[in-house]
Every structure is written in C-alpha cells, then in structure tokens.
C-alpha cells in the first residue's frame, strides 16, 4: 500500500486526497492514514493552499542515493552534455522501470524551441527513443513478457501499437545501433536513443536526444543517431560494460 500512494504521487504529481484514494481504489480515510504516516517520515508533504500532496524531502533523498551508488549512472550525466553540444539537441539519460523509462538526467540546448524532461519523468518503452532502444537488446521472450503486463498503448497516430509492428521496428534498432521516435509519444517530438550495457551485455540505461521534428529532418537523423551511439558505446566501455556480441 506504502509502494503503491508513492508511485502514484510520483506519477502523477501534485495529487489531492480524493483522486489518490480514486486511483488506488481504496477508501480516502485509509490513504489519508498512509499518507500522514508518510508525511511523518517526509516521504510526502502537504501544501494546504491547495490541499495537494506530493513527493517530500526524504523521497528525494533516497532517489540521490540511488543514483549516486551507481558510478554508471555517474558516467552518463557527466558524458550526456558532450552530446547536446554535438548533436544540438537536449540530451536525455534513462533507466528502465518495468515497461517504462524514466528520465534521470538532462542537458538542454540553448534553442528556444526544446525539450524538457524533469527528473523522474516517465514513458512507456515502446514510445520513446531511450524505450526502443533498450527494448532491442532485450530477448524476444522478455519483450513479449512486457507486452503482455503493460500493452502497448496509442498516444499518437504513429504509436507502435502491434507486436509485428514493434518487432520489425526493434530488428531496424538492432541493425543499426540507434532508435528513432517520430512523434510517436508527442506530436511535434522526435527522439533518437541507443542502449548503454552492463558487463554481461544486458541493457541496463540509455542516453536520447529530443527536440522539436523539425529539425530532425531526414539527412541528419543517421548523423544524430550516430553521435548518439558513439556517447552509448563510451558510456558502455568507461564503465566496464560490454554489447551483445562483442
């Protein structure tokens, strides 16, 4: 129950006591119970302005000691402005979370027109870059395992939405290194990721660029997604990981 009011304030952010208990599907006298014992421990704070709850000091706490113990997690926030610098695209770092990444880091370019992913901002896999590209290093067993717990849900007319279609999408991704997201998440977003491996060539982060489609236009989206392979692939190296089949 504890698990599940903190996920569901993370996810959705300033939340009221009715839509949590909502959400939950739980009586709003028990979440206001965990919630309280929450806000004892600083998990969660309350803004009586707007009677909202949301994410407290000590969620954040614990979230920077989780990435700080992770040195790969290090490496790629510190490599991550090489690429915007490159690429002139905002430069993404993610991990997975079940059927989903979540964003961990980001550098913006200085473009008025640009991305911004906050810290903890979650995607479904199949709808984002940095999703795709971890997904294609994944056994076809385990890619069909997270289908089925999580569906691959439509957000926009070019939403990957079969399992054919997500297949020979993840086989192009294999190929060539590199993912590209063509509004499939946002209408207006282009995003292009590539995975970041562990010593037993399993993929564990991933680095993206986004920006506006625009200026993902069709002969720099192999330079883009180059850059943004090469970033992975050091990543990878300086922190003793390796690539399927090498």
């Not at 009715?18 to 600083?42: C, G, N, Y």
């Not at 915007?84 to 990444?101: L, Q, S, Y």
């Not at 079969?162 to 997201?181: N, V, Y």
């Not at 995975?195 to 069709?218: C, L």
Request: glycine share 8%; proline share 4%.
């Amino acid at each position: 129950m504890i698990i599940d009011m903190l996920t569901a304030i993370d996810r959705f952010g300033r939340t009221t006591l009715s839509d949590l208990a909502l959400i939950l599907d739980i009586p709003t006298a028990t979440a206001h119970r965990v919630l309280k014992t929450l806000e004892k421990l600083e998990f969660v704070s309350f803004d009586k302005d707007t009677q909202d709850w949301m994410v407290g000091i000590e969620a954040y706490r614990t979230g920077t000691a989780f990435l700080n113990q992770s040195n790969l997690t290090a490496v790629g926030l510190s490599l991550i402005p090489g690429i915007m610098r490159e690429t002139g695209e905002t430069a993404n770092h993610a991990i997975p979370d079940k059927f989903e990444v979540v964003f961990v880091g980001q550098f913006e370019t200085q473009k008025p027109i640009r991305t911004i992913f906050p810290a903890g901002t979650r995607s479904s896999m199949h709808a984002s870059g940095a999703g795709k590209a971890i997904l294609s290093a994944l056994l076809p067993q385990q890619v069909a395992k997270l289908q089925v717990s999580a569906g691959l849900q439509q957000f926009t007319a070019r939403t990957l939405t079969t399992p054919r279609a997500l297949k020979a999408e993840l086989e192009q991704i294999r190929t060539r290194g590199w993912s590209f997201d063509r509004e499939e998440r946002y209408l207006g977003m282009s995003c292009i990721g590539s995975a970041i491996y562990d010593p037993n060539g399993q993929p564990i982060e991933a680095v993206s660029i986004s920006g506006p489609s625009t200026r993902f236009i069709e002969d720099r989206i192999a330079t883009f997604g180059a850059a943004v392979a090469q970033a992975a692939a050091e990543i990878t190296r300086k922190t003793g990981g390796r690539a399927p089949n090498t």
